[in-house]
């Protein structure tokens, strides 16, 4: 057989033997994008729980629907519309669970939200830094939580994660231009809420 | 004027997504305007502080946890999808589902289609002898799929659901929208090659038409019967010029079909196209390295009547 000129030719290779049935290609396929999934999905949900769980219904949903993939896109696109409509729908369930969230009040009297998580895998020398960075996370942690799922999901998308405004548009089912709009409303909402934050 | 221009498109200029000729002029701009360098600097401040939300990479735990929960899921999956094979005959279905001697008492399946209720009782007393109480006639229903199974705990009983179709027929011309489209059906669906051969080679008389083009591009990559992707290559053959995907499929099939006659039939009708670049990509490693000698020789002769490029 000839060789493998390109990634893109592997990752063509392993789908079919996928749709074929060939369980060992899929395994390979998602070590491929693993942990790609994995960081979004952390990230996204801040809690390595959640995670796991959109990961394992992402990986079972695509192997499920193998068969169904025509090549129409890449695979990394199609992965990843998986993983982000998961995604969106975690988003929208947060969000009306949100509305009776139970909320406790700390020592200095604020109240913060009981279900919020934020992932800190930072710990240094310098505790108070810590902490600031810590109540800097939080609240962006918060004022992203004032986007709509769509527009967190652009943001993410592109600014944490850094895929192309073009793929993010087609993750998403829409066009470059939608996703440019899309990010540009997150962009001023994130900045409304965080105009206090030197 | 200019500086409007600038300020709205400051933020995609920081996310690197501006075209090569408005990134130019945005940084010629920025070179002499204090007001936009300062809004630039703002937007650059905040999205880096943006970061104070850093992406963590998942520790090699999780992702090890997270590979093993999968692997576990996948394996349940396929046990799943095992059932949905078993398609048409119900006889073949009783022969593939092994029943343990253990497993006797009673066996209740009940079947559901459209106002068609069928039961099939078969009852077995401590591996005696199966006495079965025989319903509708096979032939003029045939199973196409197990809905679910289910075994009430702590028994021996066993629920089965099942849907069926009566079988039916149309006539017609390769002109009926009725039959183009059984006939695109049966090319994708049919587990019986002889059939999907016959489908195949009546849409072969319509590549034109998108629908049977797609179902002839789908054969060649897919089925596994090498005479029907044969022939849904020479059908396909004359349209790798003016179709593109035409041609990727081809090319597809050139580089990873399993059987050398289909190969060898894609490397001649990628004759036409053999000056496109992608073409000649794998032209190239073809010819340095491929295991079949005569498409290595071929593909030597295919790229040396090209003119040459740089």
Redesign the interface.
């Given at each position: 057989?000839?060789?493998q000129?390109s990634g893109r030719?592997d990752d063509?290779?392993l789908v079919?033997e996928a749709?074929?049935?060939n369980?060992a290609a899929?395994?390979e396929l998602?070590?491929s994008y693993?942990?790609a999934v994995?960081?979004l999905a952390?990230?996204l949900t801040g809690s390595?729980h959640e995670?796991?769980d959109v990961?394992?219904e992402a990986?079972?949903k695509a192997?499920?629907s193998i068969g169904n993939f025509?090549?129409e896109c890449s695979f990394y696109t199609w992965i990843y519309r998986i993983v982000t409509n998961l995604c969106l729908d975690h988003l929208r369930k947060r969000q009306v669970r949100k509305e009776d969230a139970p909320v406790a009040t700390d020592a200095a009297g604020e109240q913060y939200d009981v279900l919020d998580q934020?992932?800190d895998?930072?710990s240094g020398a310098n505790p108070e830094r810590d902490l600031m960075?810590r109540e800097?996370?939080k609240r962006?942690?918060h004022a992203?939580e004032k986007l709509t799922p769509r527009e967190r999901m652009v943001f993410e998308l592109?600014?944490?994660?850094g895929l192309?405004?073009r793929t993010v548009g087609e993750v998403l089912h829409t066009t470059e231009e939608t996703a440019?709009n899309t990010?540009?409303r997150a962009?001023q909402k994130?900045?409304g809420a965080?105009a206090d934050?030197r | 004027m200019k500086c409007e221009w600038v300020k709205e498109n400051v933020l995609l200029y920081v996310y690197n997504e501006l075209p090569d000729d408005a990134r130019y002029e945005l940084e010629q701009h920025l070179a002499r305007c204090a007001d936009c360098t300062a809004e630039l600097k703002t937007t650059r401040k905040f999205h880096t502080m943006l970061s104070e939300l850093p992406v963590e990479e998942p520790s090699p735990n999780l992702v090890a946890a997270s590979r093993m929960r999968l692997q576990e899921g996948l394996e349940t999956a396929e046990q799943g999808r095992f059932w949905h094979r078993l398609i048409f005959d119900p006889a073949a279905w009783l022969r593939q589902v092994r029943f343990a001697p253990a497993l006797a008492a009673a066996i209740f399946i009940v079947g559901f289609a459209g106002g068609i209720a069928t039961t099939y009782k078969v009852v077995s007393d401590r591996g005696a002898s199966i006495a079965s109480v025989p319903v509708s006639t096979p032939a003029e229903s045939s199973i196409t799929g197990i809905q679910s199974i289910s075994q009430d705990p702590g028994s021996n009983h066993i629920s089965i659901k099942y849907n069926t179709v009566s079988t039916q027929e149309a006539q017609g011309s390769l002109n009926d929208q009725r039959i183009q489209q059984l006939l695109l059906f049966a090319a994708r669906n049919n587990y019986n090659s002889g059939v999907r051969m016959d489908s195949v080679d009546l849409l072969t008389q319509e590549p034109n038409n998108t629908h049977v083009r797609e179902a002839l591009m789908y054969a060649l990559r897919y089925d596994s019967n090498p005479g029907v992707r044969l022939k849904a290559l020479d059908s396909l053959g004359p349209f790798v010029k003016s179709d593109p995907r035409v041609r990727d499929v081809v090319l597809e099939a050139l580089i990873q079909d399993s059987n050398p006659g289909v190969r060898t039939d894609a490397l001649r009708l990628l004759d036409p196209v053999r000056a496109d670049s992608s073409v000649r990509t794998v032209l190239q490693e073809l010819a340095r390295s491929d295991q079949n000698q005569y498409i290595r020789s071929q593909a030597r002769i295919m790229l040396s009547q090209l003119p040459e490029f740089d």
């Amino acid at each position: 057989m000839a060789g493998q000129a390109s990634g893109r030719i592997d990752d063509t290779m392993l789908v079919r033997e996928a749709q074929h049935g060939n369980r060992a290609a899929f395994e390979e396929l998602v070590r491929s994008y693993d942990q790609a999934v994995l960081r979004l999905a952390l990230h996204l949900t801040g809690s390595e729980h959640e995670a796991q769980d959109v990961y394992q219904e992402a990986f079972l949903k695509a192997y499920k629907s193998i068969g169904n993939f025509r090549f129409e896109c890449s695979f990394y696109t199609w992965i990843y519309r998986i993983v982000t409509n998961l995604c969106l729908d975690h988003l929208r369930k947060r969000q009306v669970r949100k509305e009776d969230a139970p909320v406790a009040t700390d020592a200095a009297g604020e109240q913060y939200d009981v279900l919020d998580q934020v992932p800190d895998g930072r710990s240094g020398a310098n505790p108070e830094r810590d902490l600031m960075r810590r109540e800097l996370g939080k609240r962006i942690s918060h004022a992203l939580e004032k986007l709509t799922p769509r527009e967190r999901m652009v943001f993410e998308l592109k600014h944490y994660h850094g895929l192309k405004l073009r793929t993010v548009g087609e993750v998403l089912h829409t066009t470059e231009e939608t996703a440019k709009n899309t990010l540009f409303r997150a962009t001023q909402k994130l900045r409304g809420a965080l105009a206090d934050m030197r | 004027m200019k500086c409007e221009w600038v300020k709205e498109n400051v933020l995609l200029y920081v996310y690197n997504e501006l075209p090569d000729d408005a990134r130019y002029e945005l940084e010629q701009h920025l070179a002499r305007c204090a007001d936009c360098t300062a809004e630039l600097k703002t937007t650059r401040k905040f999205h880096t502080m943006l970061s104070e939300l850093p992406v963590e990479e998942p520790s090699p735990n999780l992702v090890a946890a997270s590979r093993m929960r999968l692997q576990e899921g996948l394996e349940t999956a396929e046990q799943g999808r095992f059932w949905h094979r078993l398609i048409f005959d119900p006889a073949a279905w009783l022969r593939q589902v092994r029943f343990a001697p253990a497993l006797a008492a009673a066996i209740f399946i009940v079947g559901f289609a459209g106002g068609i209720a069928t039961t099939y009782k078969v009852v077995s007393d401590r591996g005696a002898s199966i006495a079965s109480v025989p319903v509708s006639t096979p032939a003029e229903s045939s199973i196409t799929g197990i809905q679910s199974i289910s075994q009430d705990p702590g028994s021996n009983h066993i629920s089965i659901k099942y849907n069926t179709v009566s079988t039916q027929e149309a006539q017609g011309s390769l002109n009926d929208q009725r039959i183009q489209q059984l006939l695109l059906f049966a090319a994708r669906n049919n587990y019986n090659s002889g059939v999907r051969m016959d489908s195949v080679d009546l849409l072969t008389q319509e590549p034109n038409n998108t629908h049977v083009r797609e179902a002839l591009m789908y054969a060649l990559r897919y089925d596994s019967n090498p005479g029907v992707r044969l022939k849904a290559l020479d059908s396909l053959g004359p349209f790798v010029k003016s179709d593109p995907r035409v041609r990727d499929v081809v090319l597809e099939a050139l580089i990873q079909d399993s059987n050398p006659g289909v190969r060898t039939d894609a490397l001649r009708l990628l004759d036409p196209v053999r000056a496109d670049s992608s073409v000649r990509t794998v032209l190239q490693e073809l010819a340095r390295s491929d295991q079949n000698q005569y498409i290595r020789s071929q593909a030597r002769i295919m790229l040396s009547q090209l003119p040459e490029f740089d």
